[in-house]
């Protein structure tokens, strides 16, 4: 495999560990904390957790650790989609794991959690590890989301570890797949299974935080990864003067990537489905608000300029919401003769057919291309899949459409031409920026920990982000303290509750106060590439989101 010089650099990149990590290995010890619950739901949640519930917070601390140096055999899946920092993750596991005892062996399930269903694995050691230190990817033992939910795959689970002598299994996933490891963990020890479980918090999407888990690892790469393009879409946008750019960014519901990469560049529009929900603005209202930014920059001769799309925001938009919940069903409920039509139209008018007043209504203003996405495979968990539905396009069209009658009535005297983007898998498996690296090494070198002091059902958490790496803490948090009650195909089921940009917070608030401005003006910031190397305030710094959260 030929490898870029920027690659074999990074190679010799010593990710930076909490202090308390980089001591020698046997002198680290866990100190249990006050205990925990979770905020709603605790009866139900102690009921379905009688084992790992109310466990204590675990951070470490210099101290005897007399079962560190045991013979384990510990194994890894990566769940879900690709994630920039997973392969440090697996560095980390894997430097603690041989610095405890060189006998210890890690196994990596292939294909993601299919993988140990499978018993497909290859165990990981330094020769075949070295090459994806510190590089993006998932591409060492590939990733995939199937979802362990039956006990015959809990079951199995068992026995594949069980004929490897595996006594640890990391899961490195986002909230759902977090939700599945706190399951098997309490499943493990309710048969006696001796298997520990440990989560790692995974997604670019940053909607898998909370007071202990800071940010998902990935968020601050694939963020800076779209800042810098949609950067020098900007320019170019400036320079030539002729062409709006609609530019949806995946995030699946939550708009976070979104909101960074709006911190960033400070484009002229930048839409937030958590706002839309709050304010319940229909599809018209959004189209209405960025004819009229794009007129007010017209009258002073700006027929240009940036609008980023989150790729969730059209589920949160009143009436498509109920039309996505309708059809969801709609497709649950008459699969097989759903199924059974080949071509498009004939599934749009089944749909149609069959939608509510309003829903049909909404359904009918829709272009046949978008009318075809809604109707598209849904994911493991029943869900539409967002970053399929091309609203950048439809936004952009309709906008259009919206132009042309105000301009006959006189209210619009520019020229509107768009061009229209997505970005998505650009920026989930990039190099991952030195934040990332460091994060994720130390993620997985305190899950290993977390093994060794015996815990399960816990996730690696690492904190105090906005500081200097050597400066963070190092712990573990009860998965069930992070869990609530809801509603999942019609049955309340235990979750980890998915944080939504909050509307209160410092960083929608910062971007609220700025966003006219930055609306009418050309305020366009340019990130410029990822640095790797360099003084820490520009090659170390993490993301504004964080910053403005942690008030630094
Ligand atoms: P995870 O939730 O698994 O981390 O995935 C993140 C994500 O990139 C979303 O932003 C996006 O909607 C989705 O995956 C796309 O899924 P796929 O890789 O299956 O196309």
Redo the contacts with the bound molecule.
């Keep these: 495999m030929e490898i870029s010089p920027l690659q074999q650099l990074r190679h010799g990149y010593k990710p930076k560990l909490p202090k308390i990590l980089s001591e020698d290995i046997t002198t680290i010890a866990a100190v249990f904390g006050e205990k925990t619950a979770p905020k709603r739901d605790q009866d139900l949640i102690r009921a379905l957790f009688p084992h790992t519930y109310g466990k204590s917070r675990v951070s470490f601390a210099k101290g005897p650790n007399p079962a560190i140096g045991e013979k384990r055999n510990v194994a890894v899946i990566l769940?879900?989609?690709?994630?920039p920092g997973g392969h440090n993750v697996i560095s980390g596991i894997f430097d603690a794991l041989k610095a405890a005892n060189p006998e210890n062996l890690l196994y990596g399930f292939k294909g993601g959690p299919s993988g140990i269903l499978e018993d497909s694995y290859r165990i990981i050691d330094s020769e075949y590890l070295d090459p994806y230190r510190n590089t993006g990817g998932f591409d060492i033992i590939g990733s995939g989301?199937t979802k362990l939910e039956t006990l015959e795959q809990f079951e199995r689970c068992a026995e594949v570890c069980l004929s490897h002598d595996i006594s640890a299994l990391v899961i490195i996933?986002?909230?759902?797949?977090n939700t599945n490891a706190a399951v098997l963990a309490e499943y493990f020890l309710e048969k006696r299974h001796p298997i520990q479980v440990i989560g790692c918090p995974?997604?670019?999407?940053g909607?898998l935080k909370n007071e202990y888990i800071e940010i998902?690892f990935?968020f601050d790469t694939?963020t800076k990864t779209y800042s810098e393009l949609i950067g020098n879409i900007a320019r170019d946008s400036n320079s030539a003067k002729k062409y709006w750019h609609f530019i949806k960014v995946?995030?699946?519901s939550a708009s976070h990537?979104g909101l960074e990469c709006a911190l960033e560049t400070q484009p002229n529009i930048c839409l937030i489905g958590e706002e839309v929900a709050a304010r319940k603005q229909s599809l018209k209202s959004i189209v209405n608000e960025m004819a009229q930014i794009i007129s007010a920059r017209a009258d002073q001769g700006l027929n240009f300029g940036i609008a980023i799309i989150p790729?969730?925001v059209i589920e949160f938009i009143p009436e498509i919401k109920v039309l996505i919940s309708e059809v969801n069903d709609l497709l649950a409920r008459e699969s097989e003769a759903f199924n059974a039509l080949a071509k498009a139209n004939e599934k749009i008018d089944f749909v149609k057919d069959r939608l509510s007043e309003a829903s049909a209504e909404a359904f009918a203003i829709l272009p046949t291309s978008i009318k075809e996405q809604l109707l598209m495979d849904r994911?493991p968990h029943g869900n539409v899949?967002?970053?399929?539905i091309e609203t950048d396009k439809l936004l952009a069209e309709m906008v259009e459409s919206r132009l042309v009658k105000m301009k006959r009535e006189g209210t619009y005297k520019g020229k509107f031409s768009s061009m229209t983007h997505f970005f998505?898998?650009e920026g989930?498996c990039a190099f991952p920026t030195n934040f990332d690296s460091d994060y994720c090494y130390s993620l997985g070198y305190n899950a290993f920990l977390l093994i060794a002091s015996g815990l399960t059902g816990y996730m690696s958490s690492v904190t105090g982000l906005t500081k200097p790496a050597v400066e963070w803490n190092a712990g573990g948090i009860p998965i069930t303290m992070m869990m609530n009650m809801e509603v999942r195909h019609g049955e309340p089921k235990p979750v980890i509750e998915k944080a939504l940009v909050d509307l209160e917070g410092e960083p929608f608030k910062h971007f609220a106060r700025e966003r006219e401005t930055w609306a009418i003006e050309t305020a366009f910031v340019y990130p410029g590439a990822i640095q790797y190397f360099g003084p820490p305030e520009v090659s170390d710094r993490t993301t504004l989101t964080l910053a403005l959260e942690q008030g630094v």
């Design positions: 769940s879900g989609g690709q994630a989301r996933g986002g909230d759902d797949s995974k997604t670019i999407d909607d998902s990935g694939a995946m995030g699946r990537i790729e969730g994911d899949q967002v970053s399929r998505g898998y989930r």
